[in-house]
């Protein structure tokens, strides 16, 4: 029998969204208040990003698929995302504060940077993975807009301090890549997978 829908371990409201927009009934599946879910996100000295982002999601979707059997609920395919900005060797993660945040916009001003979100799905004994590469250009940011940018409150909790889909993307020259990929759900790769684990997508 197919499954009816998939557990979704991510508290992003865009993965959910994006996954409403494959036409994909799922269900949260979200850490505990005991779990210590930032521990996963660690960095390793040396790892390049996209291995960093790949072992990550790997790494939350065990947990996931752990906290499923402690739980006892219903078996369903499980779906794990995660997103990683990169300048370089260098992981832009999610800013500590305003002058964290207005730091890495700086840094992204003018010029090209990768964006990294690996996907994975757990579906009976079976684990897949797949990695979206996208590259975006930044025009030259000026500092007013960097200051009104922050002020908004949007780069808090993103990777990258930034959002695509946000006003910022009126100052992307381009991107070479997977836009669903760079808001933190790949939709072509995520549809693969899910059909690998029985789930159809729409239409």
Known sequence: MKPAFVYLASQSPRRAQLLDQLGVAHRPLLPAP?????????ERDGEAPADYVQRVTLAKLDAAVARLHARALPPAPVLCADTTV?????????PRDAADAAATLRALSGGEHHVYTAVAVAHGARRELALSDSVVRFAVLPELAIERYVASGEPFGKAGSYAIQGPISAWIERIDGSYTGIMGLPLFETRVLLAQ???AAAP
């Open 34 to 42: 005991d779990e210590d879910a930032e521990a996963l996100e660690a």
């Open 86 to 94: 990169a300048l370089g060797m260098r992981i832009l993660g999610k």
């Open 197 to 199: 684990a029985g789930i």
